[in-house]
């Protein structure tokens, strides 16, 4: 009878709340559509006839001829290239400095190891306007002039923080056993290193730049404080916004955001592969 009863109780099925088929679909398109319609928008546009060379929200007919004439704006082109190469740059040495930081944080214990967390948690929540204030006292401080270089420099100190943060994430998952593993068949720590455990964090470290990069050509705050007469981007097209914004803002915002896409599903591909390497060793 008690065995009848225990067959019974685990054919019974599962009950699932009818709400669970219609509001919780909803609610993620909902959010989607709240975060993606913008975007869609700004791509329509790109393809509108503009009358005097500016950005209108009328529709006033289909047309290519923006993309085709995407560095026309030449102030607009330099800001560009200004955005991007601060952006490579920064997240570059920030990558190099803040990966050595994530390992010894994620793998060695010392002592104030919980205050240098602390110190970079700091620097994320703390407000960019007292980040770029406090940056910009510092340059005066020592007597730099505002350009490219104090844009750089600014840059590194705030993707630092967050490279540490993503890297440390994913060397604290890491299985230290396999490092260990072939330390006993002779390899030697960085033969270990390099062979074993980089291919398997190195998935976090591209999430880390891409962050970096994605954060660094979108930042406005900060760079207001440190540029000088230095134009980036998001700054050219700040001040544009009084006079009026020309097209190629638009096409500019849609291929950037194009290529984060699909460098974003390029940074998935790899952290699979390093997922399926991990679980292939292990």
Request: charged share 10%; net charge positive; no cysteine.
């Amino acid at each position: 009878m008690a065995g009848k009863g225990v067959s019974s109780d685990s054919a019974r099925p599962v009950r699932r709340f009818p709400w669970s088929r219609f509001v919780l679909p909803t609610y993620v398109f909902v959010v989607m559509a709240y975060t993606l319609v913008p975007i869609a928008v700004m791509i329509l546009y790109t393809f509108n006839k503009a009358p005097n060379q500016r950005l209108t929200f009328s529709w006033h007919g289909f047309t290519t001829e923006w993309y085709s004439k995407l560095f026309e704006v030449q102030d607009l082109t330099q800001a560009l290239w200004h955005s991007l190469e601060v952006a490579v740059i920064s997240s570059i040495i920030a990558t190099a400095l803040g990966t050595p930081a994530a390992l010894a944080l994620a793998r060695r214990k010392f002592r104030g190891r919980s205050g240098i967390d602390l110190v970079v948690v700091t620097n994320l929540t703390a407000p960019t306007v007292v980040v770029g204030a406090s940056l910009l006292g510092f340059f005066i401080a020592l007597g730099m002039s505002r350009g490219l270089l104090t844009i750089l420099i600014a840059h590194v100190a705030f993707n630092i923080a967050i490279v540490i943060i993503v890297v440390q994430a994913r060397v604290s998952g890491f299985d230290e056993s396999l490092e260990e593993a072939a330390a006993d068949l002779g390899a030697p720590p960085w033969i270990a290193f390099w062979k074993v455990t980089m291919p398997l964090i190195l998935p976090g470290i591209f999430s880390a730049f891409l962050l970096s990069f994605a954060l660094s050509i979108d930042d406005y705050i900060i760079t207001s404080f440190v540029a000088g007469q230095t134009l980036t981007f998001p700054l050219w097209v700040a001040g544009a916004v009084k006079v009026g914004i020309p097209p190629q803002v638009f096409v500019m915002g849609t291929l950037i955001f194009v290529s984060g896409v699909l460098i974003a599903l390029a940074s998935l591909v790899l952290q699979r592969l390093g997922d399926h390497g991990e679980a292939v060793r292990s």
